[in-house]
């Protein structure tokens, strides 16, 4: 049984691909069902200008 405190802790800069995937599909996902950004901003608890720069990351994506 470990303690649950002994495992690492990540940076942001330590995502891996599929976690970013996760944090674009969550943007998404919050987005869609509130229907407004800044109330998606709210609900994850991150900035306007987060929320910003995940909206650009999706919409490079959708170029792919």
Same mark, same amino acid.
């Given at each position: ?16 691909? +599929? ?31 987060? +929320? ?13």
């Amino acid at each position: 049984h470990r303690d649950l405190h002994s495992f690492p802790t990540r940076r942001s800069s330590d995502l891996s691909a +599929m976690d970013i995937n996760y944090e674009l599909y969550k943007v998404f996902f919050h987005v869609a069902s509130s229907l407004s950004f800044s109330e998606a901003s709210k609900q994850l608890f991150i900035s306007q200008s987060e +929320m910003e720069e995940h909206t650009s990351e999706l919409q490079s994506l959708e170029e792919i």
